[in-house]
């Protein structure tokens, strides 16, 4: 198939699927709505949270894990929002129900997404946490949610050639492949235009792979610099070993060294456990 009878299919799936991918769980946009409102009390939080069993679960679940738990465990969803605090909350219960979109039904798209999905979740959590290296710390979910959705290009064209299998037949992972590098971050930004989310976004999605980093410009290079440490660690990718983060102009930007990058690493490599847990639990 040419790339153009490509564009055409993609731009065809556009409307039908863009309003089919399970992003933006309703529980996740209540969250976020009481997390904007100042007078929301706990009781309101815990109560939208506990509308959805499973979510309730993965939220206890990750309260519990190596990188957020306490001294004592957490065993109510008033305790785990107590120790996350709400816009941590609203972020994990974001990532969790958006892990539901990145299960493909058949070869090389199953795959392929388990891969994105990896790579998703860890440039989300690498994006907070060079935030708040970066001494962004108020703005270090903004972060997360950047990362988590800067590549939702990606999966919308995976998750449309899947759907559209039978009218283009089996296309190599070449070919899909090409059609992601190609159409992922136009197609990514008018996802998070129509879904009414933040400009921020946006433009993380549409422009996070232009060849230069505008100074200053702190929350894209989080995200560009999490790209560079997934493909050198080879995070759903081949790994890049070769790649020298702290000589990057994201590092300059966050005014990050090589030890605390080093540290971002192993951290990655810790997460990557989380990440499959979160998508084969949802």
Same mark, same amino acid.
């Given at each position: =198939?040419?790339?153009?009878?490509l564009?055409?299919?993609?731009?065809?799936?556009?409307?039908a699927?863009?309003?089919?991918?399970?992003v933006?769980?309703?529980?996740a946009?209540?969250?976020?709505? *009481?997390?904007?409102?100042?007078?929301?009390?706990m009781?309101k939080?815990?109560?939208?949270?506990?509308?959805?069993?499973?979510?309730?679960?993965?939220? *206890?679940?990750? $309260?519990n894990?190596?990188?957020?738990?306490?001294l004592?465990?957490?065993?109510?969803?008033?305790r785990?929002?107590?120790?996350?605090? =709400?816009?941590?909350?609203v972020? *994990?219960?974001? $990532?969790?129900?958006?892990s539901?979109?990145?299960?493909?039904?058949?070869?090389p798209?199953?795959?392929?997404?388990k891969? *994105?999905?990896?790579r998703?979740?860890?440039?989300?959590?690498?994006?907070?946490w060079?935030?708040e290296? $970066?001494?962004?710390?108020?703005?270090?979910?903004?972060?997360?949610?950047?990362?988590?959705?800067h590549d939702?290009?990606e999966?919308f064209?995976?998750?449309?050639?899947e759907?559209?299998s039978?009218?283009?037949?089996?296309l190599?992972?070449?070919?899909?492949?090409?059609?992601?590098a190609?159409l992922?971050?136009?197609?990514?930004?008018?996802?998070?235009?129509?879904?009414?989310?933040?400009?921020?976004?946006?433009?993380?999605a549409?422009?996070?792979?232009?060849?230069?980093?505008?100074?200053?410009?702190?929350?894209?290079?989080?995200?560009?610099l =999490?790209?560079?440490?997934?493909?050198?660690l080879?995070?759903?990718?081949?790994?890049q070993p070769?790649?020298?983060?702290?000589?990057t102009?994201?590092?300059?930007?966050?005014?990050?060294?090589?030890i605390?990058?080093?540290?971002?690493?192993v =951290?990655?490599?810790?997460l $990557?456990?989380?990440?499959?847990?979160l998508?084969?639990?949802?």
């Amino acid at each position: =198939m040419e790339d153009r009878s490509l564009v055409e299919l993609l731009e065809e799936q556009f409307t039908a699927l863009s309003s089919k991918l399970p992003v933006f769980h309703p529980v996740a946009l209540e969250l976020e709505r *009481l997390k904007n409102d100042g007078r929301a009390g706990m009781d309101k939080v815990v109560s939208a949270i506990e509308k959805d069993p499973m979510l309730s679960a993965q939220i *206890l679940r990750l $309260a519990n894990s190596a990188l957020y738990r306490g001294l004592t465990k957490a065993e109510t969803i008033s305790r785990a929002v107590m120790r996350l605090g =709400m816009k941590r909350v609203v972020s *994990l219960a974001f $990532a969790a129900s958006q892990s539901l979109a990145y299960r493909g039904e058949r070869q090389p798209y199953r795959e392929m997404l388990k891969a *994105l999905w990896s790579r998703t979740y860890l440039s989300a959590c690498g994006a907070r946490w060079l935030a708040e290296r $970066a001494g962004q710390s108020e703005r270090a979910e903004e972060a997360f949610l950047a990362g988590l959705f800067h590549d939702l290009g990606e999966l919308f064209v995976l998750r449309a050639l899947e759907s559209a299998s039978t009218e283009t037949g089996e296309l190599t992972q070449t070919v899909i492949e090409e059609a992601v590098a190609a159409l992922h971050s136009a197609l990514g930004a008018r996802l998070l235009l129509q879904w009414n989310l933040p400009e921020e976004y946006v433009r993380i999605a549409r422009d996070h792979h232009q060849e230069t980093l505008a100074e200053g410009d702190w929350l894209m290079a989080c995200v560009r610099l =999490m790209d560079l440490a997934c493909s050198k660690l080879g995070i759903g990718q081949q790994p890049q070993p070769e790649l020298t983060l702290a000589a990057t102009p994201e590092a300059e930007t966050l005014g990050l060294k090589a030890i605390a990058l080093a540290e971002l690493e192993v =951290m990655l490599e810790d997460l $990557a456990a989380e990440a499959t847990s979160l998508s084969t639990a949802s």
